[in-house]
């Protein structure tokens, strides 16, 4: 299947500070891509859909002020969590659809707020 | 609204026998069905997926059956291998849109094959 890259995996920061996660297709392009956020224990929750030269997409109850979504290019978009808080500890992951309907998923950034 | 449900949380089979899976899902909209395995700190793996057009998919050891006038979807995994132990997700889309579409997950069945 496709390949889903993101960078970090794993990532500690305090409270105030903003962090960027990156999502790249490897092997294909990705007009879209999708933002999800996992707390334990719960199912995945879309929280944007990022376009490629356009706005993103945000779900209901999700900030787009706190919650930046820049799709720079075909095969990169990027989520940057502004000043975090100890409840956006999550873990978030990205996919991008190849030329099917079939999503596939990078492997997550697992984001620690003090 | 959960719209995409899986109504057994946790399931356990013995090695070499079946899993059955099940899905069940409200918006007749959805057209599109996908089943991903999800390790633990781990992205989630797409398994095998299923249009509303068939009933049955089938690759390997991984069929999914697909019941639209119950809104129903299961996935069989047969024989069942310890390396299959994970969380699986059920999830669904509506392709009509046109555009790439987003996917409704389910909440997730824990399913454990013991030796």
């Known amino acids: 299947g496709a390949v889903v890259s993101q960078h970090p995996s794993r990532v500690i920061c305090k409270s105030g500070t903003s962090v960027k996660i990156e999502c790249r297709s490897l092997?294909?392009?990705?007009?879209?891509m999708f933002w999800y956020r996992q707390f334990p224990k719960q199912s995945l929750m879309l929280m944007a859909t990022s376009n490629e030269g356009s706005k993103a997409t945000y779900e209901q109850g999700v900030e787009k002020d706190k919650f930046l979504i820049n799709h720079a290019s075909l095969t990169l978009s990027t989520l940057t969590v502004t000043s975090a808080h100890p409840e956006d500890s999550s873990f978030y992951i990205c996919?991008?659809?190849?030329?099917?309907?079939?999503?596939?998923f990078g492997p997550g950034t697992r984001l620690t707020v003090l | 609204d959960q719209q995409v449900k899986q109504n057994s949380p946790s399931l356990s089979v013995q090695e070499g026998r079946i899993s059955i899976l099940n899905c069940d899902y409200t918006n007749s909209m959805f057209d599109y069905f996908l089943w991903y395995k999800k390790y633990p700190a781990e992205g989630p793996t797409f398994l095998i997926s299923?249009?509303?057009?068939?009933d049955k998919n089938e690759d390997g050891r991984f069929t999914v059956f697909l019941n639209k006038s119950a809104k129903h979807l299961s996935l069989h995994i047969v024989p069942s291998q310890p390396g299959d132990s994970a969380v699986y997700f059920c999830a669904a889309s509506e392709t009509s849109t046109g555009t790439a579409s987003k996917l409704t997950f389910g909440t997730g069945t824990r399913l454990q094959v013991t030796l």
């Open positions: 092997d294909f392009q990705a007009t879209t």
């Open positions: 299923i249009s509303s057009i068939k």
């Open positions: 996919s991008a659809p190849e030329f099917t309907d079939t999503q596939y």
